[in-house]
């Protein structure tokens, strides 16, 4: 699998950095936008926005220098579930939007905290005391600070090694938080080392489930040609060390995925369907459950039902409309055993998904109280589900994996639950359409 690294163009300086000189990594050319150095317009924004519109939040983003920091906004922008941001910055980027609310290097962090739904807290490291000083504090609730030179303090290192954060965290790194011999960027820089950096670092990729990272910090392209060269080989090391960091942790080859839908839980279900994992978007044809149009699910749920397999396809897609329909009025609940994964070979197959969060049973069983029925539909999402069974304080039962069409028993708040392993609806299953159709029909008797 390639790592996921992008690299944002506007000031062509890292065409002069050999790390960044790599087929694999993704580049996009900003340096046409107008209206994007250290302030950036509706019409910047616009096209910023569009230019990412393909890309997740996770990877590595280079996002050229500290002038540009405020495109770690457009990146946690993608984030669609509760998360906290840690910033590495001798700037805690706070400031009020000082020309007609435009959105800055110096006030992106105050805009996340303003405008996205998701952020529950923000760790600010590095900073000056005396900027931390002029932070306004009603704010204060959601920010932690560690400054640069609290970080001298071993007491500090102990309390940032114990720091929990809310959800799954999201990295910015601003090289201006380096002393000048670890980097050098246009802005005035803090006092820490480039060592020291990396140990911060490691405490949060060790503790916490990274979504992705952003780094800034380049240095001026106005400097001359002997400075520049000097500084640009600086900051290719600097650049280089905290690539093999994130690489040492599998943030780059082995990104987490987490599940793109709401679990689907009609108050009066019967019957729980609970894959795996769902296939990468570009393999959807509905944004619903089972989207992959060779998938056989609904096919089976045709014929079980309509005696027609195609009853829910409409040309080379699932009717989406129709099909939750049919979930609400059958009263069919479903999600799958994963909320989140890591794909290591880049596909949808079950045998290179490792499960990072396993789904909450007790909180989705506890929202269908009618449900007496689970069916695990297919090998993986059963192996996972018996992992949950054993090892969940609510739950706390060792069962054998049952045979395929047959279940076991297992209790949940005094609701008995019968557990049923389904055959995959997957067409790598070797099984015809009508026998699958025959075993998920025991599900409805």
């Known amino acids: 699998m390639k790592p996921i690294i992008i690299i944002m163009n506007f000031t062509h300086i890292y065409e002069q950095e050999s790390l960044l000189k790599n087929k694999d990594f993704e580049w996009i050319d900003c340096s046409e936008i107008s209206g994007t150095n250290c302030y950036c317009d509706d019409d910047a924004i616009n096209k910023l926005t569009e230019k990412i519109a393909s890309y997740g939040p996770d990877g590595i983003h280079f996002i050229d220098s500290g002038n540009y920091h405020y495109l770690s906004k457009l990146w946690t922008d993608k984030i669609t579930r509760p998360f906290s941001l840690v910033v590495f910055d001798h700037h805690p980027d706070m400031q009020p939007s000082l020309f007609d609310n435009l959105l800055s290097c110096g006030c992106w962090v105050k805009e996340v905290l303003d405008s996205n739904p998701f952020i529950r807290k923000v760790c600010i490291v590095g900073a000056s005391e ?36 809310d959800g799954p965290v999201y990295i910015s790194v601003d090289k201006d ?14 006092s820490l080392s480039l060592a020291t950096l990396e140990k911060l670092l490691s405490i949060i990729l060790k503790n916490q489930e990274v979504i992705g990272v952003d780094i800034c910090g380049e240095c001026s392209t106005t400097l001359n040609k002997f400075e520049i060269q000097k500084y640009i080989a600086l900051n290719n090391r600097a650049n280089e060390e905290l690539v093999r960091l ?20 009609p108050l009066h279900a019967k019957v729980l369907l609970l894959g795996s994992f769902p296939p990468q978007r570009s393999r959807w044809s509905m944004n619903f459950f089972y ?20 009853h829910f396809v ?35 197959s079950d045998k290179f998904l490792e499960v990072v969060i396993p789904v909450d049973l007790a909180a989705i069983l506890a929202r269908i109280p009618e449900c007496n029925t689970i069916a695990t539909t297919g090998q993986k999402a059963t192996e996972i589900l018996l992992t949950i069974l054993s090892e969940g304080k609510e739950f706390n039962q060792q069962l054998s994996i049952p045979a395929p069409g047959s279940f076991v028993i297992f209790l949940f708040n005094q609701r008995s639950i019968r557990l049923y392993r389904m055959p995959s609806s997957s067409r790598a299953y070797p099984k015809p359409l009508k026998e699958k159709a025959e075993a998920y029909k025991e599900l409805f008797r």
Not at 291 to 310: K, S, V, Y
Request: hydrophobic share 40%.
């Open 314 to 348: 409409t040309g080379r897609r699932f009717d989406e409309v129709l099909v939750r329909q049919f979930c609400e009025e059958k009263g069919i609940a479903l999600y799958d055993t994963a909320q989140s994964v890591i794909r290591q070979n880049n596909n949808a």
């Open 130 to 165: 005396m900027l931390i000083k002029n932070v306004d504090t009603s704010y204060q609730d959601r920010l932690i600070f560690y400054s640069d030179q609290a970080l001298n303090h071993e007491e500090t290192w102990k309390e940032f090694a114990h720091l929990h954060l």
């Open 291 to 310: 989207p992959n149009f060779q998938n056989d699910m609904w096919r089976i749920m045709g014929l079980i039902f309509f005696e027609n397999p195609l």
């Open 177 to 190: 938080v380096l002393n000048t011999e670890s980097a050098v960027t246009n802005w005035d820089q803090g």
């Open 246 to 265: 994130f690489k040492a942790y599998r943030m780059l080859y082995f990104c987490i995925e987490p599940h793109p839908l709401e679990p689907f839980l």
